[in-house]
Structures are given as C-alpha cells and as structure tokens.
C-alpha cells in the first residue's frame, strides 16, 4: 500500500497564528518532503528529510520550519505567516533516498488560507 | 540548466477519441522520468516510472513511452474520469534528491 496521510486536509489561519501540518507514513521509505504548490503551477520542493536528517532546505523562509521525529512522521510548523503563503502543502515520501529507483509518493495535501 | 516542458498545456477530447501528451527534457543525465495525475485540490497519484530510453509502461488507457529528449503519454480512448492535469517529472543524475516538475497538462475529456 502507497499511502502518505496528511493532517489536516484543511487550515484556515491568522498572520499571528502558530500552527503544524502533520505527515505520516508506514510504508518504510527512509526519505520525506515538503512542497508547496500553488493554483495551476507544479508543486515546489520546500524540504527535504533523508533518514531523519535535513538533507535540503529550499532557501525556505524561518516561518516554515519542518522537524522529522521519527522515520514516519514529519511535521511542518507554521508561525507569523503571510497572506502569500497559502497554498496547497504537499507531503511525499520515497523509499530509497539517492538511489537511481526512487519513486516518490504524494500525500492529498493540506489546503492552507493565511487571513 | 535542467528544464521540463509539457505541451499542450491544455487538452480536450471527446470520449473515445486517442490522444498523447508530451514531455521534453534537458538534463545532465536522467536518472528517472515520473508520470503523476493531479486532480484539482488532491495531491498527485503516482503513474509510472520510466528509466532509460526505449522504455514503455502501461496502465489500462495509459501507456507511456521514453526516448533520449522526451517522454510521451497515450490516451487510449479516454474517459471522462480521466479528466485530470498530468505532470511530468525528472530526476536528474546530479540532482541529489532533486525532482524537477513540468507545468502539466490539463485533460479535459466530454462525454
């Protein structure tokens, strides 16, 4: 089963808010992502986790910040956020981080407003 | 510098009637091309993975294809439920854990 689940499938929040996006995954894969994607564009990489370790980090703004507690989880965590940033956050997983096979799998995302 | 690009960026069909969507790329050797389905709001469903050129993958109306430049996926006789933007990605030799996404193209197929 390819199954990466997000909570919560919606978010509504104010500029001054603190917030967490949650991620999870029992498939094994040893990789996890973040990306924010907006209305008709593809989805942008923010985050990357390989093996619990932050392996790329997008020149992403300090108001996203991302932890991995454990191999199936990663969190994004969310504070003093702007009107820009709401979007579609998408979490993804792969089972074998720089390997030539990798294939990643989406979550359904999380739909953020930023009021 | 690596680039994807689909064409057209916008697709419709009547029922039944065969169609391809294409993908071209520029990259410093290929580790993996990625076909997904988006529909609006979800997050992308994974298709295929395609590894070296001469590559073909088929899943029931869908069959993908890969040479050296390009990537092209069939719609045979489509659906209106395969209505969906299709992206394509690439994985790049050197691109560490880097996904590079196209644009997509928007699907749209009337009964």
């Known amino acids: 089963d390819t199954e990466v689940t997000q909570t919560p499938k919606h978010l509504v929040m104010g500029m001054t808010n603190k917030k967490s996006l949650k991620c999870e995954q029992h498939?094994?894969?040893?990789?996890m992502y973040w990306y924010k994607q907006k209305a008709k564009k593809p989805p942008e990489l923010m985050f990357v986790y390989s093996y619990e370790k932050l392996s790329i980090n997008e020149s992403v703004p300090s108001r996203f910040s991302p932890e991995c507690p454990n191999s199936s989880l990663l969190n994004l965590h969310l504070h003093a956020l702007q009107p820009e940033d709401s979007a579609l956050y998408l979490c993804a997983s792969s089972p074998r981080p720089g390997q030539s096979t990798d294939t990643q799998y989406f979550g359904p995302g999380t739909r953020l407003t930023v009021l | 510098e690596d680039q994807v690009t689909q064409s057209p960026e916008a697709l419709r069909l009547q029922e039944g009637e065969s169609s391809s969507l294409n993908c071209s790329y520029t990259v410093s050797g290929l580790r993996g091309l990625f076909w997904y389905r988006q529909d609006p709001g979800k997050g992308p469903e994974f298709l295929f993975t395609l590894y070296s050129a001469g590559e073909e993958k088929e899943k029931e109306r869908l069959k993908a294809t890969l040479t050296k430049k390009e990537s092209f996926l069939h719609i045979t006789a489509p659906k209106p439920e395969d209505s969906a933007t299709y992206l394509c990605a690439v994985h790049p030799r050197a691109g560490g854990f880097k996904t590079i996404f196209g644009a997509g193209t928007r699907l749209f197929v009337k009964a």
């Open positions: 498939m094994g894969h040893r990789a």
